[in-house]
């Protein structure tokens, strides 16, 4: 990790108030009452005065001489995060990121590698089988299939866009920004990232850009059921703190920070927004107060924020609907969405003792059954943490939730003389709950522990009322829960291997294909595994094969859309990169044969100038894979591998 993204991480955790050192002593202050996070209820504000009001309010306790929970020194979590704008998903240092059925491929050619049928997810890569539409260097480009050429491209300017939708003849480009500003008031002891996130709405015939939508925030994810598109962003207020120099003392800092809070108008915590619609181009406050809610106890320094947009009309500015809250996780169903908070980003009380709590993770259901913005219609919680969305699956109106606790250190380490970090969690062990809707609580109906003491959840995969959640320290126990009474969930069967799965994906007639690393006994990762797993007996899953890559590591181990498994013939391919004399870049193709798994080859992106690393998807169109990098596009036969073509970028 470069020094930028290092400081970018470091003031993102500063502005969110991930635990920190600060010498400011303020014995007067107050700490708000004992926090109790279930059930989690979210109310609306009903103006914008009750608004400000209460966003001061709860954020005046965690105010320092360095702004919101804030010191010299910024020190993250034991098990924090890191903000990948290009992959749009927060990625946690130790998951090295995050079911009904295997998604239905249309005839003749694959998909998207999706959690549910009919739920889309933006990815680098996207086809009907006619074209194929990517993102990649600035560009969006469209290559028609028939020809094998490109016969457009749409320059997005110097933007980092890796999310794309598609619906017809219209793609959606999420682009994330982050630029160092400098304030106005003060002297910060470290540069100030100001986030922001990019919608695009391109014209794929007229290839060009038809409208931009520009907002506060990072980007967190977003979903797409038929047309209609729905994205989540999360931001943070601006207020712009003084710092102690060399004329202001840390007691004058906080005494001018404290009267900055309490001055502050609401439109410093409310996202902006800047609209360029075919030329028209307006700019404002994103969300009005009616519409933001919030739960009993937050700490105003995040608010989420869902946007919907028809992608077969004008771009506009997404008929929003706000939370005050953090997230780290979106799921959705074709009738729900669902956003997780594990309030990893809660800020400490400055001077005060970390608080002695279990972590637990908030869980917003949206009801996205109709036409128009989301209506949050539901809010509970769980202990623990999730992985990724995998942790979540709904069936039969029922929520399943895989989460682990005891993995979480509040604070690493502090300066001398500050107070002593608080004990080590209990053991980690993991947990499958179960929730129901009930008004607008989502309340426990059942839950099973006990999953992997000592360790953590690597992989979890929930088909229909079955669960498979995988955790690893030395050994890697897969677990088969039979979920059938979420009264009642049981665990009913265990098969301990060596190594670990990061992906688990239904592979038919009671079969598992599991991608991960291979480990010896002392828990040492080898290289990339990829294993067929028979759990059609729950009570003795087995595996039947395994294919081992010694020295390598694949995509598909953290980002599922990697992955490709296509069923009509078995084949599975995932890009992989394996030091040998130095690292080589391929897209690992194997086929899934009855009890076996057989490699048939690999396919190497030709050498060029412009190679980023090899190939990060490859999609099934008729008899031929195609591999899409950000050098280009590479045409195979799917039988036999022969190069059949290769389009430059």
């Not at 998909?111 to 889309?120: F, I, L, S, Y």
């Not at 028939?146 to 457009?152: M, V």
């Not at 980003?345 to 003792?353: A, H, N, Y």
């Amino acid at each position: 990790m470069n020094g930028r993204k290092l400081l970018a991480g470091a003031a993102v955790l500063a502005v969110a108030g991930v635990c920190v050192s600060s010498a400011v002593r303020d014995e007067t202050l107050a700490p708000p009452p004992v926090v109790d996070y279930g059930p989690v209820r979210l109310v609306a504000f009903d103006s914008c005065d009750n608004a400000v009001a209460e966003l001061r309010r709860a954020m005046a306790p965690y105010v320092t001489a360095y702004g919101i929970g804030g010191g010299p020194d910024i020190f993250a979590a034991g098990e924090g995060m890191a903000t990948d704008l290009s992959a749009g998903t927060p990625q946690r240092s130790h998951a090295e990121q995050k079911a009904a059925t295997p998604p239905t491929q249309q005839q003749g050619h694959s998909t998207t590698n999706v959690h549910e049928q009919g739920v889309d997810e933006p990815d680098i890569v996207k086809t009907d089988g006619k074209r194929v539409v990517s993102v990649a260097d600035g560009k969006l480009r469209v290559v028609d299939v028939a020809s094998r050429t490109i016969t457009g491209t749409v320059d997005i300017g110097n933007r980092h866009a890796t999310q794309l939708l598609v619906a017809g003849d219209r793609a959606l480009v999420i682009v994330g920004h982050t630029d160092a500003i400098a304030l106005e008031r003060g002297k910060p002891t470290m540069p100030v990232f100001d986030s922001a996130t990019e919608i695009l709405l391109v014209d794929l015939k007229a290839l060009k850009q038809i409208g931009s939508l520009k907002t506060d925030g990072f980007y967190l994810d977003a979903r797409q059921i038929g047309g209609t598109a729905r994205v989540v962003v999360r931001s943070q207020p601006r207020l712009q703190w003084v710092y102690p120099d060399m004329t202001t003392n840390e007691a004058g800092a906080l005494r001018r920070n404290k009267e900055i809070l309490q001055s502050e108008p609401i439109t410093s915590w409310l996202p902006r927004y800047e609209l360029d619609q075919n030329g028209a181009k307006s700019s404002g406050t994103l969300v009005d107060c009616p519409n933001i809610s919030h739960p009993a106890v937050h700490s105003a320094t995040s608010m989420l924020t869902v946007l919907t947009f028809e992608l077969s009309g004008q771009l506009g500015t997404g008929q929003p609907v706000s939370i005050v809250a953090d997230g780290d996780t979106v799921y959705g169903t074709d009738r729900n969405l669902y956003i997780a908070d594990d309030h990893r980003l809660l800020p400490e009380l400055p001077g005060k003792p970390p608080v002695q709590r279990p972590i637990t993770t908030a869980i917003h259901q949206f009801d996205i059954s109709q036409a128009g913005p989301p209506k949050h219609v539901a809010s509970g919680d769980v202990n623990g943490t999730l992985l990724n969305q995998y942790s979540l699956s709904e069936h039969d109106g029922v929520l399943r939730v895989a989460t682990t606790t005891g993995t979480e250190i509040r604070c690493c380490w502090r300066m001398p003389g500050d107070i002593a970090p608080q004990q080590q969690p209990p053991p980690s062990e993991s947990f499958v709950t179960t929730l129901r809707r009930n008004g607008n609580q989502l309340t426990k109906e059942g839950q099973i522990g006990g999953l992997g003491k000592g360790e953590r959840i690597y992989s979890v995969r929930f088909i229909g009322k079955m669960g498979y959640v995988v955790t690893f320290r030395q050994t890697d126990p897969l677990y088969t829960l039979d979920l059938s009474d979420p009264r009642q969930p049981r665990v009913m069967g265990e098969l301990k291997i060596t190594g670990y799965s990061a992906y688990l994906h239904p592979a038919g007639d009671g079969k598992l294909i599991g991608v991960g690393q291979e480990a010896t006994d002392q828990g040492r990762t080898t290289g990339t595994q990829v294993s067929l797993f028979d759990v059609s007996n729950p009570a003795a899953p087995q595996r039947l094969a395994q294919h081992h890559l010694p020295g390598s590591n694949s995509e598909a181990q953290f980002d599922p859309h990697a992955f490709l498994y296509w069923p009509p013939d078995g084949t599975l391919v995932i890009p992989v990169t394996q030091y040998k004399t130095n690292f080589e870049a391929s897209s690992l193709v194997l086929r899934v044969e009855g009890n076996q798994i057989r490699e048939t080859g690999k396919i190497v992106e030709p050498a060029s100038g412009q190679n980023h690393g090899g190939a990060r998807r490859t999609i099934v169109i008729g008899d031929q894979l195609w591999s899409i990098s950000a050098s280009g596009v590479q045409v195979n036969a799917r039988s036999g591998l022969a190069q059949q073509a290769w389009l430059p970028f």
